[in-house]
């Protein structure tokens, strides 16, 4: 069972950047951040493989959200810029045993706990 915990959230100006982390517990494949808003289903944000050769972004985020990973480390990064009031949400880090990425939730295996991102107008 690997466990991922996030860290990096809270509250910014819009036109602020936020760096999220996720500390795995062990080696997984694939990593993504998902988010979700209040009344809101849960919706990708970006995804990378394990190989971080192979990355998806969601639209809204394309140009300023910028997903990577250190595998020595078994850390996931987010770094997020030019943040708008629509990008507050719930932030979850999650994985799976593949090494390929995925748009879907259904397809992780593994959640963290999530953090709080809030963006002021």
């Known amino acids: 069972q690997v466990q991922l915990v996030e860290s990096g959230g809270g509250l910014v100006q819009a036109g602020g950047s936020l760096r999220l982390s996720c500390a795995a517990s062990?080696?997984?494949?694939?990593m993504g951040w998902f988010r979700q808003a209040p009344g809101k289903e849960r919706e990708l944000a970006t995804a990378?493989?394990?190989?971080?050769?192979?990355?998806r972004y969601a639209d809204s985020v394309k140009g300023r959200f910028t997903i990577s990973r250190d595998n020595a480390k078994n850390t996931l990064y987010l770094q997020m810029n030019s943040l708008k009031p629509e990008d507050t949400a719930v932030y979850y880090c999650?994985?799976?045993?593949?090494?390929?990425?995925?748009?879907?939730?259904?397809?992780?295996?593994?959640w963290g706990q999530g953090t709080q991102v809030t963006v002021s107008s």
């Open positions: 062990g080696r997984t494949g694939a």
């Open positions: 999650a994985a799976r045993a593949s090494r390929l990425v995925s748009p879907s939730a259904n397809d992780y295996d593994y």
């Open positions: 990378m493989s394990w190989s971080g050769g192979s990355t």
